[in-house]
């Protein structure tokens, strides 16, 4: 596709106030989430940024409506369209001076058209947002809390040494959108300014479109001691060989003590499943396995006597897919569908900025069996927010990127082959907002985005370049090859 001058930020290092919640929400709380036992924060300490001294963001939901138990789960016609919003709170300690915790979280919609003809879906979504709600809120009061008991004296050199801010995202991940389910994963991922590492704590949701209903898993899985066998199998390698890699040191190899540790995990809601367009993926809250994995994906193609997954699910896998992949993980696929596991890496990479005397992100790197290729952002700006989202269909598989330099934003496909991850396409765009639902963030408006799913019709927003910019809509469709073309919208 020939390039074009397009683009647009969605909000960056920001989130949606609570209206831009409130305009999609429609459900309640549809369990707690880890840590909603402990007391509430009353008070007004936290802060959004840019803003000097505000009221805490109040958020309130109606009670959720509940979908009456359907016998058998039948098909839309349509793939759910799907919205993404953010918000940040920061606590600035008591006098308003120095940043002590930064929070960052993500929320994922129905988008309002689509939820007005798929009620159920969309209230089974905003039900299982109040998830994040209450997790989020009760965290951040409790390490609000925790800092404000703490000695000053202790305080202040942690302030000195960059032991604060202390960060805290809340990631989602949509990883299978189609006609019949909608799957994510919720992961809070935590950074320690002095011990340097990312601890992460994780959620899944896994609805049927037409119901809204969550899908049991007895419903995937036809033979659980089978199914936990394997999994146990995969991860006890898996822990063997990190555990060589980080440490040189070999801790053996027990597949029956794994799968009771998975077991305690399901048990203690220190692990979370998640359906893939092709498999199951599991994951584990970090330190279950030491340095063990985080995540282990089962995929239908591994259960060859078609024993271990029920056939409703080992047999409906989609065509053509799209599912959003986190950093730094090795996400495992069958990109060609031969029958053989790939393995897929993505991370942002960076470079040393000797005029700043920083390190800048400069590109992307990604991994693919085994071979790594970098690729540099496109104008050797400080690159920023880089997603990326798998992209399979016509038997192939591609990488589709979106990342933001200057304030503009910018899309680029690889083809994954044999040789490596392969450049197919480039344009400058961002991923579509919604402009209607922005709010007033400080002194930024900020709109939830669209999250890629239909790989015929992904919304994006052209901006020209010049002094009084033109914001016009657009739509692309990635082809099996991951080459754009233009779409009506």
Known sequence: MKKKNLIGSFGRGLGVL????????????EKD?????????EEPTQ???????????????????????????????EIPVLVRSERSENY?????????????????????????????????????NESILIAESEIFSDLADEIKRQDPEDRKRDL????????????????????KILSYLILKRSYDGIAEYETQTCMAHNFYVESGQEIGFSEVVADEDAFYELLAEKTAKQSQEEMLSAYQIDRG????????????????????????????TFCFDSFIFVTGPEKVTVLFSEDTEGTIFTDAF??????????????????????????????????????????????????VSIGFDGKYEKFPCTEGADAYDYRAYLVH????????????????????????????????????????????????????????????ADPDRIPILYLEHAENPAITEGMLGIGSDGSFTEKTP
Not at 33 to 41: D, H, K, N, Q
Not at 95 to 116: K, N
Not at 163 to 179: C, G, I, K, N, S
Not at 253 to 280: H, R
């Open 18 to 29: 609570a209206g831009t919640v409130l305009l999609f929400c429609m459900g309640g709380c």
């Open 33 to 41: 989430a880890p840590g909603a036992e402990r007391g509430s924060y």
């Open 47 to 77: 802060q959004a940024v840019l803003t000097p001294d505000p009221e805490p963001a109040v958020i309130t939901q109606p009670e959720p409506t509940v979908a009456d138990p359907e016998p058998e789960q039948t098909a839309s016609s």
């Open 92 to 128: 600035w300690g008591e006098d308003y001076r120095d940043l002590y915790l930064a929070t960052d979280y993500q929320l994922l919609h129905v988008e309002e058209a689509y939820g007005e003809s798929h009620p159920l879906l969309r209230d089974a979504v905003e039900a299982a």
């Open 160 to 179: 000195e040494f960059g032991r604060f801010p202390e960060h805290l995202h809340w990631e989602v991940y949509t990883r299978r959108a189609d006609p």
């Open 253 to 280: 190899y027990d597949p029956e003590a794994t799968k009771q540790e998975i077991l305690k995990c399901m048990k203690e809601d220190t692990g979370c499943w998640v359906l893939d367009p092709q498999g199951i």
């Open 314 to 363: 080992r047999t409906d896998i989609p065509e053509d897919w799209i599912m959003q992949l986190p950093q730094f993980w090795e996400h495992t696929f069958d990109a060609d569908d031969d029958g053989v596991a790939d393995k897929l890496e993505f991370y942002e990479s960076s470079d040393y900025d000797a005029s700043a005397d920083r390190f800048a992100v400069s590109g």
């Open 393 to 452: 269909r016509g038997g192939k598989s591609s990488l589709l990127v979106s990342h933001m330099e200057y304030d503009y934003g910018y899309l680029d496909s690889y083809n994954l082959v044999a040789g490596g991850a392969r450049q197919a396409d480039a344009v400058e765009a961002s991923i579509a907002w919604l402009e209607e639902a922005a709010q007033i963030w400080g002194e930024e408006k900020i709109s939830p985005s669209y999250v890629p």
